[in-house]
């Protein structure tokens, strides 16, 4: 009988999902194919709460409400902190598991995932540098009375700065499984993920 906790959660569902190609049988490669498909669908419902929040930060932003426009950015950097956490379980995927499975992906890539996709186009877009809005809104629309004091530049330059690092954490995890190899999905591999990452100018002390 579902307890109401794994009924709110949807529990039998979710944990349903989890699909291996490998032969259950198979005990060495069944629980790294494993591991490697609960980190990507995981990681998945982490962009996917990073994507509500960053519309809402948009969308507060556009308004001219600062100072929540400012708590949706930090909810979405801490988001895309834990997943640059989250990584690190991919370090306990040896290279050798990997390649033993890594047929069975056939076409797929990460590059090909539409939500980690529209993450960094809505960064990249809004947040290079903090280059979107002062206190006045990305339309100029003034800010909220009592929320002057906050603006959301350094927010977005925070929230850049944490997609930054997934992207160089990503890079080397990507360089320890497959060294200079051809990528999945018709990626040219690090060559393709070296292209992504977006370093800022450097700045001279003053």
Known sequence: METPYERYLRLPALLSLQQPRTSRDDTARWPDERLFIVVHQSAELLVGQALVDLGTALEHTEAGRVRPACTSLRRVTALVEALDQHLVLLDHLDPAGFGAFRPLLEEASGSQSPQFAALFDLVDEHGHFGRTTDTG?????????????????????????AVTRWRVRHLLMVERMIGDGAGTGGTTGLEYLRSRIHLPPHRPPV
Do not use: C, I, K, Y
Request: hydrophobic content about 30%; aromatic content about 4%.
């Open 137 to 161: 809104g990305a339309a100029g629309t003034p800010p909220v009375r009592g929320e002057e004091q906050e603006e959301p530049a350094p927010s977005w330059r925070a929230l850049h700065n």
